[in-house]
């Protein structure tokens, strides 16, 4: 290689390296504010028992609502947990019926609703501690718990949490809607 080339080459790589860098840099920039919209993994499953559900984020609800949490059918009586340290808030609506506000020690919030009852009352709870029991009350169809998960004032897809965190043996993400009460 003459020197001449040398030095174009150089020259090439000099101006790749001065476009990438700035570009590397958004991409780390982009990575820490969707950072922000995720929450860690849960530290229990939310329905201690066994349970299915599916990915139904964003299906059309009511009202023009969309869904913002995970169903989680579950036989009626199975206890409900805590999914981290934090404080549990036990309120009751037309929409969620029975249901808990927990903000974790971490700041993040999660949503319990539709349950048949609570347990004790609203406290100071650690993660996996018993908070109540699968249900219907509220607007709900079937027992089940509705689990949202809101890092902000905004609901994230609870689903891969979820997923994540009550195993192999409660996902039916893949299974026809149709085919689901087959498979209860
Ligand atoms: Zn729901």
Known sequence: M??????RAAAVIGL???WLVPHVADAHERTALTELDTVAPLAACPVAGPSSFIDSWGDARSSGRRHEGVDMEADRGT???AVRDGSAEFKRSNLGGNAIWLTAATGERFYYAHLDDWAGESRDVRAGEVIGYVGQTGNARGDHLHFEARPGDAAVNAFPLVDAACGPSARLGHVPVVLRPLLR
């Open 2 to 7: 003459s020197s001449t080339r040398k030095y």
């Open 79 to 81: 206890p409900v947990v």
């Open 16 to 18: 790749a390296a001065s």
